[in-house]
């Protein structure tokens, strides 16, 4: 029983890598469509991919459930299943986000406000949260899931920064202060996408430790 276990807890590992790296491909895609507005292939890829991570999220919902009926995990294995149940709601929320960042950048046309501000760089940064947290659940690895953490003040720095460049570009360009507002908006989304790379990375914590981050 038990091996017929560690093969199924094996499955959910590779499902959860699958599930982050559609998240990935999601934001890639959704940045494409900002830096081509025009790139209606990419906009379209990010929309597939949303409904694939929701696919995704409920297969492993459904291989979770099946973990805790038909096998008799001890403490440890209900908190791994327990937080890879809370770990797919983060994930298939960070693909709404990557999908809604598609959905607004047809309206962002210039090309100098774009590359002026730090947005691309949030969104690497963004990006490697989410990889990282789920590589840190799949390695059981409770260091890089605190750097996770961290790293999130590098994002919200950006945000910050992001910020007051598009401030600023108002100030300078008032005419593009729609297009500002929709860059701002599009950081929104990438500083949340951050947020919800944290809340899985808590819950890798709490699967290796039993305590929830800052207990």
């Not at 600023?168 to 202060?177: K, V």
Request: with cysteine; aromatic share 4%; glycine share 6%.
């Amino acid at each position: 029983m038990r091996i017929r276990f560690d093969e199924q807890l094996e499955l959910l590992n590779r499902k959860l890598i699958e599930m982050g790296a559609l998240c990935e491909d999601a934001i890639s895609a959704s940045m494409h469509t900002l830096k081509n507005e025009t790139d209606k292939q990419s906009a379209e890829k990010a929309a597939a991919l949303e409904r694939e991570i929701d696919h995704k999220e409920r297969e492993i919902e459904s291989l979770c459930m099946k973990l805790l009926l038909q096998q008799q995990p001890v403490a440890r294995d209900l908190r791994t299943i327990s937080s890879a149940l809370k770990m797919i709601s983060d994930l298939e929320r960070i693909g709404d986000q990557a999908s809604d960042i598609a959905g607004i950048t047809g309206y962002i046309k210039d090309e100098q406000l774009k590359s002026g501000t730090h947005i691309y760089e949030m969104a690497r940064a963004a990006s490697r949260m989410v990889t990282d947290s789920v590589d840190s659940f799949v390695r059981k690895d409770l260091g890089k899931a605190r750097a996770v953490q961290k790293e999130d003040d590098i994002v919200d720095g950006l945000f910050d920064t992001v910020k007051n460049e598009l401030v600023g570009q108002i100030t300078e360009h008032p005419d593009l202060s729609g297009e500002c507002l929709d860059l701002l908006m599009i950081a929104k989304y990438l500083e949340r996408i951050g947020d919800h790379a944290v809340n899985v990375a808590e819950w890798v914590e709490y699967s290796i430790t039993g305590a929830h981050a800052g207990e």
